[in-house]
């Protein structure tokens, strides 16, 4: 079940809302943005709406909704599904017009939410990626930009092919920056670790709140340079991402790890926090 907001009107399925002559199609001008809704709850809705207007700003787009509106419309869409539907919300901006560089006056903007159970936090295997981030120079880097994902799909698809879920990804200094599509945290004696954001990947919405919840429940945090053999040598280690929220990395290349007892306090305060935070939809 989806239910895709465009030009004005509600759309059931998949409605065809560009073409071969959009800028988008052929020159990747897209930008979006992933909230949840699960449980009767939408967190951070508020947070992922502005976070879609500042990637389209940096794209070059001129955003056609501000972040209430677009909080609005979600909550509106979100009405339409059975309560408690565990759900995507994605927002786009798009250029329809222009070239290599995209025309702003022509930004399109949609809102599709459809149907996406989350994920069981049974855990998830990863090996090394074959590629890093790019430098924040070269690319969108600090955007939620389709035009990034790309570039790790193909060794995501050969590591999933070898039998691994996702991939652990450099930084271009060959320090670890993330997960495939999911930020990375890492448990020593302890004291939770994660890679220092340095906009060489992005500093997911989900990441700043676990942290901030860990922060407040007297659990250490500490953003640092962190490099592959400090993974290799923690105790347990997890990712945060809207898609899965938050699931226990159990296998790194031949090493097993245990779904440890700081993966689920984290877990429990993100879902702690999601219904104290909830929305009336």
């Known amino acids: 079940m989806s239910w895709t907001f465009f030009q004005g009107n509600w759309h059931e399925g998949n409605p065809k809302i560009i073409g071969p002559r959009s800028q988008a199609m052929w020159l990747a001008s897209t930008v979006f943005d992933g909230a949840r809704a699960f449980e009767n709850t939408t967190?951070?809705?508020?947070?992922?709406?502005?976070?879609?207007?500042?990637?389209a700003q940096a794209m070059g787009l001129e955003p056609t909704k501000t972040s209430e509106e677009i909080q609005e419309l979600a909550i509106k869409a979100v009405a339409k599904f059975p309560k408690n539907s565990e759900l995507y919300i994605r927002p786009m901006f798009w250029a329809e017009k222009g070239g290599a560089v995209p025309?702003?006056?022509?930004?399109?903007?949609?809102?599709?939410?459809?149907e996406d159970p989350l994920p069981p936090a049974n855990g998830f295997s990863a090996t090394l990626s074959s590629i890093r981030r790019p430098l924040p120079d070269t690319m969108l880097t600090g955007a939620k930009a389709a035009c990034l994902y790309p570039?790790?799909?193909?060794?995501?698809?050969?590591?999933?092919?070898?039998?691994?879920?996702?991939?652990?990804?450099?930084d271009p200094w060959n320090n670890l920056a993330e997960f495939a599509t999911s930020n990375l945290f890492l448990v020593r004696d302890g004291t939770v670790f994660t890679p220092k954001a340095n906009e060489s990947y992005l500093n997911g919405i989900t990441r700043q709140r676990i942290i901030k919840l860990m922060i407040e429940d007297a659990i250490p945090v500490i953003e640092t340079i962190l490099n592959f053999q400090d993974l290799e040598q923690?105790?347990?280690?997890?990712?945060?991402?809207?898609?899965?929220?938050?699931?226990?990395?159990?296998?790194?290349?031949?090493?097993?790890?245990?779904?440890?007892?700081?993966?689920?306090r984290a877990r429990q305060l993100y879902w702690d926090f999601a219904h104290n935070k909830r929305q009336s939809l």
Request: positive net charge.
């Open 43 to 55: 967190p951070d809705i508020a947070a992922h709406a502005a976070r879609c207007v500042r990637s």
């Open 103 to 114: 025309d702003p006056e022509s930004t399109e903007f949609a809102l599709c939410v459809y």
């Open 234 to 264: 923690a105790d347990e280690a997890f990712s945060s991402g809207n898609h899965g929220k938050i699931q226990p990395l159990t296998r790194l290349n031949n090493k097993k790890y245990p779904i440890g007892k700081i993966f689920r």
């Open 151 to 170: 570039a790790i799909s193909r060794p995501l698809a050969e590591a999933r092919h070898a039998g691994f879920d996702s991939l652990v990804v450099l």
